[in-house]
């Protein structure tokens, strides 16, 4: 089985900077970067064999992959990285099905969410801090907080932590932005609640929203919204631009690393996809 899985990622990586393939995922990929005159130079993959299940005939195996693409734009070379979760079946022994686990995001009941007004907080954003912290745990999950099945926000809140964002308003979950313990805002781990905290916060960590992604620096926030129906399922972290000056980003739930900004390669992705672009503002 191992074999099998070891074989269906090289295939991938093959089909990644082959001429054409049947796969669409791939060729989304391809496609943007088509639109960015941008090539996938070499593709390097490894795969990790996370739990079996095995019943009669049938075994199912999580693994995930983590993909590292080495593009050229233009005369600018970087590596863009990607952990997969994926799902594969075996009757007996040969692959039946091969999947991309799409964790979904729990919605938060966020009816009572309130931006009361504190006492002012001076901040200044240290937005080196906050790309150091993106860089470091893109891949992994720092053990001092809590890790959710789907981490987005969470990673998002821990950079802008790191980047010395004031945290406000707990013990009230539907309050301001915090973490404590067992315990965090819903604007700390869900992507619409963060969202409307970026949109509305006039205390302690505050943003402004901004018409486009060109005026975004590093350490700066894009939400999305993936299906275009008013609510925010994402959120990414500017780490890097493109030779076009265009915003790389970090993120987890797909971790992530140096990803194009617009998603269009995301299985996510669908041309009703609004974004909403953040600047955060020091206050000092």
Same mark, same amino acid.
């Given at each position: 089985m191992?074999?099998?899985?070891?074989?269906?990622?090289?295939?991938?990586?093959?089909?990644?900077?082959?001429?054409?393939t049947? /796969?669409?995922?791939?060729?989304?990929?391809?496609n943007?970067?088509?639109?960015?005159?941008?090539?996938? =130079? /070499?593709?390097?993959?490894?795969?990790?064999?996370l !739990?079996?299940?095995?019943?009669?005939?049938?075994?199912?195996?999580?693994?995930?992959v983590?993909?590292? &693409?080495?593009?050229?734009?233009?005369? &600018?070379?970087?590596m863009?990285?990607?952990?997969?979760? #994926?799902?594969a079946?075996?009757?007996?022994?040969? !692959?039946?099905?091969?999947?991309?686990? $799409?964790?979904?995001?729990?919605?938060?009941?966020?009816?009572?969410?309130?931006?009361?007004t504190?006492?002012? =907080? +001076?901040?200044?954003? /240290?937005?080196?801090? *906050?790309?150091?912290? *993106?860089?470091?745990?893109?891949?992994?999950?720092? +053990?001092?907080?809590k890790? &959710?099945e /789907?981490?987005?926000?969470?990673?998002?809140?821990?950079?802008?932590?790191?980047?010395?964002g004031p !945290?406000?308003?707990?013990?009230? #979950?539907?309050?301001?932005?915090?973490?404590?313990?067992n315990?965090?805002?819903?604007?700390?781990?869900?992507?619409?609640?963060?969202?409307?905290?970026?949109?509305?916060?006039?205390?302690?960590?505050?943003?402004? #929203? $901004?018409?486009? $992604?060109?005026?975004?620096?590093?350490?700066?926030i894009?939400?999305?919204?993936?299906?275009?129906?008013g609510?925010?399922?994402?959120?990414?972290?500017?780490t890097?631009?493109?030779?076009?000056?265009? +915003?790389?980003?970090?993120?987890?739930?797909?971790?992530?690393?140096?990803?194009?900004?617009?998603?269009?390669?995301?299985? *996510?992705?669908? +041309?009703?996809?609004?974004?909403? &672009?953040?600047?955060?503002?020091?206050?000092?």
């Amino acid at each position: 089985m191992i074999e099998k899985i070891q074989q269906f990622i090289q295939q991938r990586c093959d089909e990644y900077v082959s001429e054409g393939t049947d /796969n669409e995922h791939v060729d989304a990929k391809r496609n943007l970067m088509a639109t960015r005159d941008a090539k996938i =130079i /070499n593709v390097r993959a490894k795969g990790r064999v996370l !739990m079996k299940e095995q019943h009669l005939d049938e075994t199912k195996v999580t693994y995930s992959v983590h993909w590292k &693409f080495f593009i050229k734009h233009k005369n &600018f070379y970087y590596m863009e990285e990607e952990i997969e979760k #994926r799902l594969a079946t075996f009757y007996k022994d040969e !692959m039946t099905t091969d999947g991309l686990i $799409v964790e979904q995001e729990i919605a938060e009941d966020l009816f009572e969410f309130t931006f009361d007004t504190d006492e002012r =907080i +001076p901040f200044q954003y /240290n937005r080196l801090q *906050a790309v150091k912290y *993106a860089e470091r745990w893109w891949s992994e999950y720092n +053990p001092a907080y809590k890790k &959710f099945e /789907n981490d987005c926000t969470n990673f998002i809140s821990q950079c802008l932590r790191a980047g010395g964002g004031p !945290m406000r308003g707990r013990p009230n #979950r539907t309050k301001g932005w915090w973490y404590q313990e067992n315990n965090w805002s819903y604007s700390w781990t869900t992507a619409h609640a963060l969202h409307l905290y970026l949109q509305n916060s006039s205390q302690g960590l505050k943003a402004r #929203r $901004v018409s486009s $992604v060109e005026e975004l620096m590093l350490g700066d926030i894009i939400c999305y919204d993936f299906e275009g129906d008013g609510r925010f399922n994402h959120n990414t972290i500017i780490t890097g631009k493109d030779a076009n000056g265009m +915003p790389l980003v970090n993120a987890h739930t797909t971790d992530s690393r140096l990803r194009y900004w617009s998603y269009e390669d995301s299985t *996510a992705y669908t +041309p009703n996809i609004i974004y909403r &672009f953040y600047t955060i503002v020091d206050d000092v």
